[in-house]
């Protein structure tokens, strides 16, 4: 994976939406699997500020993620999770970092 690509999604959830947040991480790992990403998580708070979580994917390279991001504004149930997290109003903002991991 000399050319992989994995991301960091940082959020500003709701804290008192954090079941639908739960619910909105769980539909996307099965996604991004599903897409040809391997999904590391989301991380929910635990201690500390109440209001951040983040995740982490990864896929083999930029262009697999762009495929991926074309992919997923077609697709029925990334559609459907795009839809559950604005009615929910679960994720306040979030922020986008790519980063080339160093896996051995």
């Given at each position: 994976?000399?050319?992989?690509?994995?991301?960091?999604?940082?959020?500003?959830?709701?804290?008192?939406?954090?079941?639908?947040?739960?619910?909105?991480?769980?539909?996307?790992?099965?996604?991004?699997?599903?897409?040809?990403?391997?999904?590391?998580?989301?991380?929910?708070?635990?201690?500390?500020?109440?209001?951040?979580?983040?995740?982490?994917?990864?896929?083999?390279?930029?262009?697999?993620?762009?495929?991926?991001?074309?992919?997923?504004?077609?697709?029925?149930?990334?559609v459907e999770a795009?839809?559950?997290?604005?009615?929910?109003?679960?994720?306040?903002?979030?922020?986008?970092?790519?980063?080339?991991?160093?896996?051995?």
């Amino acid at each position: 994976m000399s050319n992989a690509v994995t991301v960091h999604l940082r959020y500003e959830i709701d804290p008192d939406r954090i079941a639908e947040f739960r619910e909105y991480g769980e539909r996307w790992i099965r996604l991004v699997n599903r897409l040809g990403g391997t999904h590391h998580g989301y991380f929910l708070p635990s201690e500390g500020d109440s209001d951040e979580a983040f995740a982490l994917f990864t896929f083999p390279s930029l262009a697999a993620y762009e495929q991926y991001r074309l992919a997923s504004a077609e697709d029925a149930e990334c559609v459907e999770a795009f839809r559950f997290a604005a009615e929910t109003k679960c994720i306040r903002r979030y922020e986008r970092r790519f980063l080339a991991p160093v896996f051995e």
